[in-house]
Antibody, heavy 121, light 109 residues
Framework: EVQLVQSGAEVKKPGESLRISCKGSGYSFTSYWITWVRQMPGKRLEWMGTIDPRDSYTNYSPSFQGHVTISADKSISSAYLQWSSLKASDTAMYYC??????????????WGQGTLVTVPS | QSALTQPASVSGSPGQSITISCTGTSSDVGRYNLVSWYQQHPGKVPKVMTYEVSKRPSGVSNRFSASKSGNTASLTISGLQAEDEADYYCCSYAGGTIVFGGGTKLTVL
């Protein structure tokens, strides 16, 4: 069974760093690209960026470039989303999702359960 | 990168059909046959309902159909059921990037 399991909810202070994770199982991790999606409270889905777990090639949305870092460790079938200095506006649910193949043009067929990040102002 | 434009809300009665529009530009929806639609129930994870404009993943009801004309894509749900009440998001490839729509809340009356 294909699964993407994300790390648990986080409450952090402004200026703190954070890394959340997404562990894939039940499939060949390096054969499917992973995308991170943000959903602020009551708001729409937003594409943050996509990574190829084979070689960690990463493509960022211009809206998130420079604000977050996406990485992967294929040895443990995990992808990561990282902030060096959180802001209150980073408060959101973050989803990892798998493309149905090794291309960003393919749909997102499996999603993690989401990680809620709260940064009180 | 601007969001694709969707109506904020649509509604319909059980058994009826509704259509949700998704308007982009010649750089995304109009340029690529790579539009997908996602359903998200409150507090739940999004689920892909259609992809590559009109294809349906296995397990998705054939009551869901999608199409595209020019810069506008559409999702049609026929034979509305109470369980269809959810938020729906369109999504398009845009030349190396991905853009989602603003989302449409479907209410089944």
């Amino acid at each position: 069974e294909v699964q993407l399991v994300q790390s648990g909810a986080e409450v952090k202070k402004p200026g703190e760093s954070l890394r959340i994770s997404c562990k894939g199982s039940g499939y060949s991790f390096t054969s499917y690209w992973i995308t991170w999606v943000r959903q602020m409270p009551g708001k729409r889905l937003e594409w943050m960026g996509t990574i190829d777990p084979r070689d960690s090639y990463t493509n960022y949305s211009p809206s998130f470039q420079g604000h977050v870092t996406i990485s992967a460790d294929k040895s443990i079938s995990s992808a990561y989303l990282q902030w060096s200095s959180l802001k209150a506006s980073d408060t959101a649910m973050y989803y990892c999702a798998r493309h149905s193949g090794p291309l960003v043009t393919l749909p997102l067929d499996y999603w993690g359960q989401g990680t809620l990040v709260t940064v009180p102002s | 990168q601007s969001a694709l434009t969707q109506p904020a809300s649509v509604s319909g009665s059980p058994g009826q059909s509704i259509t949700i529009s998704c308007t982009g530009t010649s750089s995304d929806v109009g340029r690529y046959n790579l539009v997908s639609w996602y359903q998200q129930h409150p507090g739940k994870v999004p689920k892909v309902m259609t992809y590559e404009v009109s294809k349906r993943p296995s397990g998705v009801s054939n009551r869901f159909s999608a199409s595209k004309s020019g810069n506008t894509a559409s999702l049609t749900i026929s034979g509305l059921q109470a369980e269809d009440e959810a938020d729906y998001y369109c999504c398009s490839y845009a030349g190396g990037t991905i853009v989602f729509g603003g989302g449409t809340k479907l209410t089944v009356l």
